[in-house]
């Protein structure tokens, strides 16, 4: 094989149009941080968000969740700590919707901070605040709060903010959907007037721009959900989305790809070390499948192009980087194993099939989480992605079954089946045609399926229509619920502590103006209850049972976020609890 390169193999030139982390003017700390977990280069949000953010300007930014936002404002914050901390109260404090949230945050701020002994602490309610009491205590850098929690620490003086120097605001749109605006107004009492004040929100509503004008200065504008079409520029490819929890990602991907069949697929994967390890489990899975990222030398990544090309490999599994500008021909399908952090690599990513009027495949894994992500992209493309079921294992052998029919069809069509003559002559002297057939078939069936099947279901992940098409959504935004609807309301309450129906319906019809018929369905998990109520009653409701008590406990209780339509960062709790029990 000549390893000249070829001119469309990736280039040099190509990785050099994108900014470096370390252009970006990073602490090396930071850098070493992200070369290990394999971040090639900052997503279109970091590269603008975080110059900016190094010098300490305000910033106001649009992003939704998968656009790698946690890292635009926690790589900036960890760069901005002191060098040598002796105080205990924190310099950063970041306000996020969920407990959720706020524990993946606070994990992504380790991650990045760990060279800098960064001290992260989340805080949510729900959690023992007995801990939270004894972190705070020992000191800490960072903090990643619910408005809530936080609130209930700074009244208890537990969480001082005199010596903050940021306040980032994370999904700000979320927090006030869940009725957290005056626990956050409160907050930013607190804080010192001199600091800098970052609001991260997915959709930008007047009462965000409101509270932006009140509490930013100055703020530099980011918006990464840009509204620009490049239909012309996108190929003519069949583009279908699949829902799936992270764990089951490898099965889907192996699912998808056994149902769809493709000549020679590539996978992109966010990280070098996402397409390590994604590669590793599809060969274990009986894939041929390369891995091909920045991290490779040019030789090696002619070798895998090369056994792409020539059939032995295929799948390619690659970073963005790696796989930019490559062409080949053979390539049916793109799958993107996460939502692309931007619509514009999207794009890029899905011309990579569909070529030269060739017909393309592009299909992407996301998570419940990342579904706000797809419409983004629909709308950036100007083209439908239909959102379809992981296969079931019955989708599954059906196709399988058609498959080897259209190999047999394809066999019966060629002239070279004379070999054979004899051994089914012999054969029908003592069977019938039809039993003859039938094994030959099954036996060429068989010769076709992978030595491990992966016969599992994998869960389908339910997504409820987007919340604007919900009852009882607050369309008009100023907090009154549409009469008619109803709404469910959280309750961090569950089984476990003993709460029946009737708990719940009493300390409602108790506390309430709500009557026992009012009350729609209620759903008790392991560990909380959602209760349907009517919308217009849904603030009473939670205010109501914020003051009492519940077999004796404290809850938390607030509007139920679900796993589709918002951005769902969780799945639907009720799906939580039948997946626990599992
Ligand atoms: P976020 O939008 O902050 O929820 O981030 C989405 C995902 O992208 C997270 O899993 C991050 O670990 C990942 N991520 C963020 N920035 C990068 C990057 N520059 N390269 C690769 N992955 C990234």
């Given amino acids: 094989m000549s390893s000249a390169p070829t001119p469309t193999d990736p280039t040099p030139a190509d990785s050099d149009e994108t900014p470096a982390f370390a252009d970006l003017g990073l602490r090396p700390e930071l850098l070493g941080a992200l070369a290990a977990l394999g971040y090639e280069e900052p997503t279109p949000i970091q590269r603008e968000a975080i110059p900016p953010l190094l010098a300490g300007r305000d910033l106001l930014g649009q992003a939704a969740t998968g656009t790698g936002k946690t890292a635009a404002f926690a790589l900036p914050l960890l760069h901005r700590m002191p060098e040598e901390r002796t105080g205990g109260d924190p310099v950063s404090l970041v306000l996020v919707p969920t407990r959720e949230l706020a524990v993946q945050v606070s994990e992504a701020f380790h991650r990045y901070g760990k060279d800098l002994g960064a001290r992260v602490l989340p805080i949510y309610g729900g959690q023992p605040i007995g801990r939270q009491l004894r972190a705070l205590d020992a000191g800490v850098d960072v903090v990643v709060a619910t408005p809530g929690r936080a609130l209930d620490h700074i009244a208890r003086g537990t969480l001082r903010l005199g010596a903050l120097a940021t306040v980032v605001l994370d999904e700000a749109d979320e927090m006030l959907d869940m009725g957290f605006a005056e626990d956050i107004e409160a907050i930013l009492e607190h804080a010192p007037a001199r600091r800098q004040t970052v609001l991260f929100s997915a959709t930008m509503p007047a009462r965000i721009d409101g509270l932006a004008r009140q509490h930013l200065t100055d703020p530099v504008r980011i918006q990464i959900e840009r509204e620009r079409t490049v239909a012309g520029e996108a190929p003519r490819v069949r583009q279908s989305a699949y829902i799936v929890a992270r764990a089951h990602k490898p099965a889907a991907l192996g699912r998808v790809l056994d149902v769809e069949s493709p000549t020679a697929a590539i996978v992109f994967c966010r990280s070098r070390e996402e397409v390590d390890r994604l590669t590793e489990t599809m060969n274990g899975r009986g894939y041929r499948a390369e891995a091909l990222h920045g991290g490779m030398s ?9 056994r792409l090309r020539a059939g032995t490999a295929d799948l390619l599994v690659a970073t963005d980087v790696a796989a930019r500008g490559l062409d080949v021909e053979q390539l049916t399908h793109v799958v993107n194993y996460d939502v692309p952090s931007a619509p514009e690599s999207y794009v890029h990513r899905i011309g990579r099939v569909g070529r030269a009027g060739r017909e393309g495949v592009a299909i ?24 379809d079921k992981i296969p079931t294992v019955a989708d599954l052998r059906t196709r399988r079954l058609e498959l080897t029919q259209a190999a047999l069809r394809e066999s019966l069509l060629e002239d ?13 002297d ?23 099947a992966d016969e599992e279901e994998i869960p389908q992940v339910a997504v409820r229509p987007p919340r604007e098409t919900r009852p009882g959504y607050d369309r008009r935004g100023d907090g009154r619920a549409r009469p008619g609807g109803t709404t469910q309301v959280f309750i961090g309450l569950g089984r476990r502590a003993g709460v029946r129906p009737q708990d719940l319906v009493g300390a409602i019809t108790g506390e309430t103006r709500v009557g026992g018929r009012d009350i729609g369905s209620i759903e008790i998990a392991d560990r909380f209850s959602l209760v349907e109520v009517p919308s217009a009653l849904a603030d009473e409701v939670i205010r ?14 607030r509007m139920d976020r679900d796993g589709g339509g918002g951005d769902g960062r969780r799945e639907r709790p009720v799906d939580a609890a039948r997946r626990d029990r599992r």
Avoid: N
Avoid at 298 to 306: C, S, T
Avoid at 365 to 387: N, S
Avoid at 417 to 427: G, H, K, Q, T, Y
């Fill in 430 to 452: 003592e069977f019938d045609m039809m039993e003859v057939a039938l094994a030959a078939v099954k036996l060429a069936h068989e010769a076709t399926l992978p030595g491990s």
């Fill in 544 to 557: 109501g049972l914020r003051g009492s008590t519940i077999k004796g406990r404290k809850a938390t209780v």
């Fill in 364 to 387: 992407t894994l996301a998570e419940p989480r990342e579904h706000r992500m797809l419409k983004t992209i629909e709308r950036v493309t100007g083209q439908r992605m239909t959102v």
């Fill in 416 to 428: 070279d089946l004379e070999p054979f003559r004899a051994i089914v002559e012999s054969l029908t």
């Fill in 298 to 306: 040019q030789e090696q990544r002619d070798r895998v192009m090369g």
